[in-house]
C-alpha cells in the first residue's frame, strides 16, 4: 500500500429515497467477509465496483474500522491513475428525494474522495462525477468539505476542514421535488438539502445539485491516490 492513502469508513451508508415513506431500497453488510477478501458484485449487493488504471485493491478489512464488523478498503496506487470506487447504479427506486447517512473516516487528506446521488451513465461507466447527473455531489478535496452547486464546488457549512485519522457521521437530506418535505427532526424546502455533519446542522436548504432529477443510484469513488473503507451500506 502506497503510504499516501485515504481512508473512509461507512459505518452506516443509509440511502432513502423517501423520507415521508421510509422505506429500505438498499442494503449491504460487509460482515460475511474474511480480511484481504476481495470484494465484487458477486460476494456484496454492489453492482458498481471500480479498480482504475491507476491500480490499488478493493478489499475487505477484518476487524475493520467501527465496531468489530469488516470494512471495505478501496485503495490506489498512482496519483495520475483513474477511479477507484464502489455503487449501485441505475436499480434503486428514481426518486427526486433521497437520505443519505455515512460515517467515514480519512486516513490522510491527499486527493479526492466523491459522493454522489443520482442517475445516468457515470452510475454505470467509469467517469468521474457529471453535474448534470447528480441530485447531489458532495466532495473531500485536500480535507476541504464542499458540495456541487449547478455551475462550481461551494464550501460546506462556509468552511469545514476534514481531518485525518478522525470519526465523522455525515447525513444528507435531499429534496429535489417542488415541495417541502418533513422528516425526524426537521423540514427541508423544495429543491434544496440539509447537510449534517456529526449532528450538526452544516447547512440548512441549500440548493441540491439538480433539482427535479429522478435519482436511481449512487456512487463513492476516490481520485489522486488514496484509500477507503466502509463496514456497513444500506439504503431506504
Do not use: C, K
Not at 43 to 55: E, F, Q
Not at 69 to 74: F, I, M, Q
Not at 184 to 210: K, R
Request: proline letters at 2%.
Amino acid at each position: 500500500m502506497n503510504s499516501l492513502t485515504r481512508f473512509l469508513a461507512f459505518a452506516v451508508f443509509a440511502l432513502g429515497y423517501s423520507t415521508i415513506h421510509g422505506a429500505l431500497v438498499f442494503t449491504e453488510d460487509f460482515s460475511g467477509l474474511t480480511n484481504g477478501e476481495a470484494i465484487s458484485t458477486t460476494n456484496t449487493s454492489l453492482t458498481y465496483i471500480r479498480i482504475g488504471n491507476g491500480g490499488g485493491v478493493i478489499n475487505a478489512l477484518a476487524p475493520g474500522s467501527f465496531g468489530t464488523g469488516p470494512s471495505a478498503t478501496v485503495t490506489q496506487s498512482s496519483s495520475s491513475g483513474s477511479l477507484n470506487g464502489i455503487g449501485v447504479g441505475d436499480t434503486l427506486p428514481a426518486s427526486d428525494v433521497y437520505d443519505l447517512s455515512l460515517d467515514f473516516r480519512l486516513t490522510n487528506l491527499a486527493g479526492d474522495v466523491v459522493i454522489g446521488v443520482g442517475s445516468g451513465s457515470v452510475f454505470t461507466g467509469n467517469s468521474t462525477f457529471s453535474t448534470a447527473q447528480g441530485l447531489f455531489w458532495l466532495q473531500s478535496d485536500a480535507g476541504n468539505f464542499e458540495r456541487r452547486t449547478s455551475s462550481g464546488w461551494s464550501n460546506i457549512g462556509g468552511g469545514t476542514t476534514l481531518l485525518a485519522d478522525t470519526n465523522y457521521t455525515l447525513r444528507v437530506i435531499a429534496n429535489g421535488s417542488g415541495s417541502p418535505l418533513s422528516y425526524s427532526g426537521g423540514t427541508v424546502a423544495a429543491n434544496t438539502m440539509d447537510v449534517f455533519l456529526n449532528g450538526a446542522l452544516l447547512d440548512d436548504d441549500v440548493a441540491v445539485t439538480t433539482p427535479g432529477l429522478q435519482a436511481d443510484g449512487f456512487r463513492i469513488y476516490q481520485v489522486n491516490e488514496g484509500e477507503f473503507r466502509g463496514g456497513y451500506d444500506r439504503a431506504r
